[in-house]
Each structure stands twice: as C-alpha cells, then as structure tokens.
C-alpha cells in the first residue's frame, strides 16, 4: 500500500456507463420530434432519420435535439443495472469522480441527476475528447492509481495519448448500441472491454489491488 497518504482514483464516464442514454433519447426522437432512431454503426448522426422522408439530420439538427433531450429530458434517465451498487463498493477502496461530455452549465444538473439514483460523485464536465481533462483531474487527486471507464473508443485513444500511466477500461452498459461501437481494447487503446458491472466490478478492483500497493 502506498504511504503517500491519497487513495486510488476511478473516473468514469456517465452515459451508458451509470445511466442509461440512448433507448430514452430515441423514445424522445420518436414520441416528439418524428424522427427514428437505428443504429448499426456508422455515425451517430446518420442514425437519425425524419420518419417522413428518410432523411439523415444534419448534424446541427443532432446536436440541437440531444441539448434539448439534456435540458428538458434527463429525468428519463435511469441507472444501469449494477452501476449504483458498483459505485458504492468502489468508493469503500477509492475515489470516484465523474467525467461526462455536457456543458459547463450542466454540471449541477448532472451531480443531482446522479445523487437522485444513489449515487454521489464529484462531477466534472467537459467538451471534446477527455485526454486532457483526465490529465487535469488525476494532477488535481495525486492518486496512487488511476482507472478511466468510458463507453467510447475516441475517448480511450485521447486518454492513451495524454495520461498514459491509466489503466483504461471500454464498458458500454447499453446492449441496443454495445454490438456496434468500436472496441477501444482491439485498438489498443484500453487495457480490458467488458460491457456489465457484474464482470466490471472485480476486474476494477482486481486493477486497483494491484496498482495501488
């Protein structure tokens, strides 16, 4: 065990990692917007589809539809299964933090969002890919090891390249788009993909016995 006094740090994602996103954003597409929602790859924005016409949304139009979803429709959101107790148990051996891509001006929102499903978590919000944020943040803890969990395989790269010494873990609780998202493990990217706390939870704190002696 380390005698530097700090404890070890997991940052993770929220989206399809703790909460459900996507299944509560294509209802909300469907039920209000007339638009369909069918991923099978490909881009995010050309899975969205006007019923009317076919037409792909631009990808203006995306963005537009899924801030509106995060002002008016977070409510939806409910926790993946496992990730409420999986974040407590983390939290008897080590911090955990939370890192999600929505506006500054969110960042409450989430906090409550999150605290609202049991679970209580430091949030930090940022735009773009999370290399440099995750740098920040483990420069701000000082832990004696770090883990990252993220649903998407840019993310991990972005990590992998700014705060190598990470350990890195590719998890996406959401089985409608898990089959169909690049593997940031096959990259390379990330040390392990496992897609269910059950499995998740052991591997993580497997990785931080080990690191954090």
């Known amino acids: 065990m380390s005698s530097s006094g700090n404890r070890p740090l997991v940052v993770s994602d929220c989206d399809e990692v703790l909460l459900h996103l996507i299944t509560y954003f294509r209802d909300f597409l469907g039920e209000e917007h ?9 881009t995010f924005a050309n899975a969205m589809r006007y019923k009317d016409s076919g037409e792909a949304l ?4 995306m963005w537009r539809l899924l801030n509106l979803f995060f002002d008016t429709e977070m409510h939806r959101q409910t926790p993946i299964a496992g990730a409420v107790e999986a974040v407590a148990a983390l939290n008897e051996v080590a911090d ?8 500054d001006h969110r960042l409450k929102l989430r906090a409550a969002q999150l605290a609202s499903h049991g679970i ?4 930090f919000t940022n735009q773009g890919p999370k290399g440099p944020a995750l740098k920040r943040i483990v420069e701000e803890f000082q832990p004696t090891a770090t883990i990252f969990i993220d649903d998407i395989a840019q993310h991990h790269a972005s ?3 700014d705060a190598a010494e990470v ?4 998890f996406c609780g959401e089985p409608l788009i898990a089959p169909h998202i690049e593997c940031a493990h096959e990259a390379g990217h990330a040390h ?3 897609d269910n706390w059950d499995e998740a939870l052991p591997w993580l704190l497997e990785r931080l016995q080990e690191e954090d002696r």
Do not use: K
């Open 159 to 161: 990590a992998a390249e």
């Open 34 to 42: 007339g638009v369909d929602f069918l991923w099978a790859g490909g």
């Open 58 to 61: 631009t990808e203006p139009e």
């Open 167 to 170: 350990t890195r873990l590719h």
């Open 192 to 194: 392990a993909r496992i």
């Open 96 to 103: 955990v933090v939370v890192l999600t891509n929505l506006m």
């Open 120 to 123: 209580h978590a430091r949030v």
